[in-house]
């Protein structure tokens, strides 16, 4: 597709429920990002890609989060055990390698935690 | 560590009045910084970044390295200015680090 596309747009779960967050990335792009879309919280990095492998993860609030990227393209962001605390928008963002800056982010996933 | 503050979550402003909002960074290098832009149900996307010093859609930014700031300007603002801005920072981590944004509101 042109643009990076996230799935699902919108997710409503019971509190200790897992989901699974999906990134389409645009063709080609090698580095991909996930943030956190919090309200008053700004944007909250929370894992990068470099093809498959992860090289920071630093972000990831807590082993209840996890990532995996397959084949340099599609990456899921798994939330084990939600909280209330993990409601927010999940935004997924591509970029090409060695072009810093220019990040091109998707629609996003709206998680709510009930 | 890298760290992004933008003081104000909320600014109004007048159509046809000077806009400016307020990014300062915390870097012991050498920053490259942007402006990033979310408007009303559309995705976030790049605005400007300070190593083109070009300006878009009227707004422009100087970083000022004495004073580590990179506040973004426009010297009229339109009601389609209204949206999400959002300062990032990116240094040597291979992510942005992005502040918690400003929420600009042109009235009529």
């Known amino acids: 597709g042109a643009g990076v596309s996230q799935s699902p747009s919108n997710k409503v779960t019971e509190k200790g429920k897992d989901v699974e967050l999906r990134c389409d990335p645009i063709?080609?792009?090698?580095?991909l990002y996930w943030y956190r879309q919090s309200l008053g919280q700004g944007l909250e990095f929370l894992i990068y890609?470099?093809?498959?492998?992860?090289?920071?993860k630093s972000g990831l609030p807590s082993d209840r989060f996890s990532a995996e990227r397959t084949g340099g393209s599609v990456s899921t962001l798994t939330i084990q055990r939600t909280q209330q605390e993990d409601s927010a928008v999940y935004l997924c963002a591509t970029r090409l390698a060695g072009v810093t800056g220019e990040l091109f982010f998707g629609e996003g996933s709206r998680l709510t935690v009930l | 560590a890298q760290r992004v503050t933008q003081p104000e979550k909320l600014l109004s402003v007048f159509k046809g009045a000077p806009v400016e909002l307020k990014c300062n960074y915390s870097y012991s290098g050498s920053p490259e910084l942007f402006w990033y832009v979310q408007y009303s149900r559309q995705r976030l996307q790049l605005l400007l970044r300070?190593?083109s010093r070009e300006s878009i859609k009227g707004f422009t930014a100087d970083l000022n390295k004495g004073e580590t700031s990179f506040h973004l300007k426009k010297p009229f603002a339109q009601e389609e200015d209204s949206a999400m801005y959002y300062c990032?920072?990116?240094?040597?981590?291979?992510?942005?680090?992005f502040g918690s944004g400003t929420q600009l509101t042109v009235l009529p």
């Open positions: 890609f470099q093809g498959n492998s992860a090289p920071d």
């Open positions: 063709s080609g792009h090698t580095a």
């Open positions: 990032a920072l990116g240094g040597s981590a291979r992510q942005l680090t």
């Open positions: 300070h190593i």
